[in-house]
């Protein structure tokens, strides 16, 4: 079992045992180059020492600069994608464990379990300039970029904080299934997914009337969801698989066999890839979006826990949970 998932279901619900599996991270707007098949070999061509039991990651595409959930330090890494230098740690609260970035803000924001709040991060000055107060256990958060909205799952309140990325205040509660989990935000369709850990389903909220307009089966314990936006696609990780959507239907099309505790995800839109950090293989898994099948597996550091991709820059950033690090990995595309 995760050291973080451990921790986290023990705050929220310590009489239910789970078998090992895989929380969330941010949205980025959609990359603006036609998609490019991805084939290019992958592999680590660099490990950045971070804080501690470091979970979530999320990129600034336009301003090339990683962003590290550090659960154990109560801090949030900045890492400049160019040199791949650590630029700052900010203190933020107790035990921050996702994190999204707005591109068009340059803005940050990263959910504080044990504190109940998001730190509202200025990516200029690497400075929090405002702390959010959202329901209890918030474990996943999203931007949408669009509509200035940003997307929190409180796990123990069963529900969603609307935020308003203007005034920093929230404009509203939507409650959803129990212990939601992790959160993406369809740009497109201004749909939200969020993942219901134990009802075995993602719930498809309208972002427009803040209702849910689907319940997804997807099996047993799904975790993070990720959306490519250029194909109107979900993705969710369940149980050593990836569970695929059609976001027009709201269907599951296609289940992905992954690593053993597939857990974090990401999507590099412009490839059209899916990347998997497989917790227990000590692996990454790399999915071509069009075919529906994994094209390689790829050693990184130990617990890897949280993805995220630059499609700029062609650039995957995992978080090692167990070994305080992150690992790059690039390919030869990039």
């Not at 959609?30 to 990129?59: C, L, M, N, Q, Y």
């Not at 256990?137 to 409180?154: D, E, F, K, S």
């Amino acid at each position: 079992m995760r050291i973080t998932r451990h921790a986290l279901i023990v705050l929220a619900a310590s009489a239910i045992l789970l078998a090992p599996a895989g929380a969330a991270a941010g949205t980025t707007s959609p990359a603006e180059s036609p998609v490019a098949p991805f084939t290019a070999p992958i592999r680590v061509t660099a490990t950045i020492h971070v804080g501690k039991a470091p979970d979530e990651v999320a990129v600034n595409p336009w301003t090339n600069m990683i962003y590290v959930a550090n659960s154990g330090s109560g801090t949030v890494s900045v890492i400049n994608g160019q040199t791949k230098k650590m630029r700052a740690t900010i203190r933020v609260g107790h035990l921050p464990f996702a994190v999204a970035a707005n591109p068009r803000t340059n803005t940050v924001y990263v959910t504080n379990m044990k504190s109940n709040t998001v730190s509202v991060i200025s990516g200029r000055t690497n400075k929090v300039r405002a702390t959010i107060r959202v329901g209890h256990r918030p474990a996943g958060v999203a931007v949408n970029p669009a509509t200035h909205r940003i997307y929190v799952t409180n796990a123990n309140s069963h529900t969603v904080s609307v935020i308003n990325a203007r005034t920093n205040r929230v404009r509203a509660t939507i409650p959803v299934l129990h212990f939601d989990f992790s959160v993406a935000a369809d740009l497109a369709t201004k749909t939200v997914y969020v993942t219901n850990f134990f009802k075995k389903t993602v719930s498809a909220i309208s972002g427009t009337t803040r209702k849910i307009v689907a319940n997804i089966v997807v099996g047993n314990f799904p975790e993070w969801v990720r959306v490519n936006q250029r194909t109107n696609t979900i993705y969710v990780t369940v149980a050593n698989t990836v569970s695929v959507i059609n976001g027009q239907t709201n269907k599951v099309v296609a289940t992905i066999p992954a690593g053993v505790g597939a857990g974090g995800l990401a999507v590099n839109q412009r490839t059209d890839t899916v990347y998997v950090a497989n917790f227990t293989d000590n692996t990454m898994s790399v999915i071509n979006g069009q075919t529906n099948a994994v094209v390689a597996t790829v050693p990184v550091g130990k617990c890897p826990q949280g993805v995220a991709a630059n499609p700029k820059t062609d650039t995957v950033y995992v978080s090692n949970n167990c070994d305080n690090t992150v690992s790059v990995l690039t390919s030869s595309q990039g």
